[in-house]
Structures are given as C-alpha cells and as structure tokens.
C-alpha cells in the first residue's frame, strides 16, 4: 500500500532535529491546512538552500556565498580566529555581537568511540591559514564536554609551534545564574577560573 502524502510529510519533518512524532504530525498538519500559504515558500526556500547554500572554503561556515561573508568582511578582525565544533557555533557567537574576528568550524570532536580521530577535522585548514595569515590569537570555544576540551587541548599541543595566543572561553557560573542550582562542575570551573574584582 502506498504512502500517503501527509504521512510522507510527517516522516520527512520528523527526521529533523529535535522534532519528534507528536511535533512533525502538527506542524505537518498546520502546512495542510494551510498550504496555499505556507507550503509555496517553504518549498521555495527549500529549493534555493539546495542550490545556493555551500560551505565556506576557508572557515567551513555555510553561506551562499564562497568565501562566506565574514571571511569576506574587511571589518572583521581577520588576525583573531575563533575555532569552532559546528556552524550553529557561529550562529550562537554572531547572535551575541561581541566578537569581531573570524572563524574556522572543525566539524565535530575527537572522539575515539565514534572513530572521529584528528584526521576527521578541519585542523590541516586551520594550520594552513596560521601559516598563511598573520594570526595573533586562536580562541578555543568548544564544549565544555569530554570531548570539546579533549579536543581543545590537542589543537593547543598541535599549534604550539606557532606564536600567538591560544585561548579559551571563559567556564563558570552563568549570568543571574544563583549558586544553589549550579551543578558541581560549573561551580567547580568558576572557582579554577576566578578573577580579580
């Protein structure tokens, strides 16, 4: 018997992230009822990311652009590269509007169980663009998890070699963040990570 067509549209919405089978049945029936209105620019927009979204040359970022547009910014500060697991890394950090430099998205951890060694990553790209540019700082902004400082303190043994200065983001307590409901750890990195008042 074949698929029906609303049941083919719960399974494709329920095979992305975060949507589970209660969610993919609403939002599949809400694109139903009306779907004069929302399904052409869904599909539109579907289309366009299909043949236009690519990946970065340089940071491994998605644009649609190559090189994307914060490697082709000139206002960015191209001397402070921000290293990063994922693109929805970039995101998070661009959403904040603090940081001005660049970036370079690695793709993921070290992670022996899931057979991701340094090989895996984008760390060859990320040396060929310290020997290429006069790179000042390379800020390590990954997970606070096993793996994110795993990794992190294999890319600081990696660019040893190279001088500039290799940081981390800040770990502690978050804002309005009160000490009773912190867990060990946070509360544990803030105090190894204390500054002067």
């Not at 067509?5 to 049945?25: C, E, F, H, M, Y």
């Not at 139903?32 to 491994?60: F, N």
């Not at 992670?111 to 790179?135: F, H, M, W, Y």
């Not at 190279?162 to 940081?167: A, C, E, K, V, W």
Request: overall charge negative.
């Amino acid at each position: 018997m074949p698929v029906s067509a609303i049941d083919q549209l719960i399974t494709a919405l329920g095979k992305l992230p975060s949507v589970g089978g209660r969610s993919a049945r609403r939002m599949a029936l809400h694109l139903v009822k009306q779907k004069q209105l929302r399904i052409p620019p869904l599909h539109q927009a579907l289309a366009r990311a299909l043949e236009e979204v690519k990946t970065c040359s340089i940071c491994g970022a998605l644009d649609d652009t190559d090189p994307c547009r914060i490697c082709s910014d000139d206002r960015r500060n191209h001397k402070i590269i921000c290293v990063v697991e994922d693109v929805a890394d970039v995101w998070a950090i661009e959403r904040a509007q603090s940081f001005h430099g660049v970036y370079h998205v690695l793709g993921g951890t070290l992670s022996a169980l899931d057979g991701r060694g340094p090989e895996s990553l984008r760390l060859d790209s990320l040396t060929e663009r310290l020997s290429a540019q006069q790179v000042t700082e390379v800020i390590l902004a990954l997970s606070a998890t096993v793996a994110g400082q795993t990794t992190a303190h294999y890319i600081a043994e990696r660019l040893a070699s190279y001088s500039m200065h290799i940081t981390r983001l800040a770990h502690g307590i978050p804002m309005g963040g009160e000490l009773d409901y912190l867990d060990d750890g946070t509360l544990n990195a803030a105090l190894q990570s204390r500054l002067p008042f």
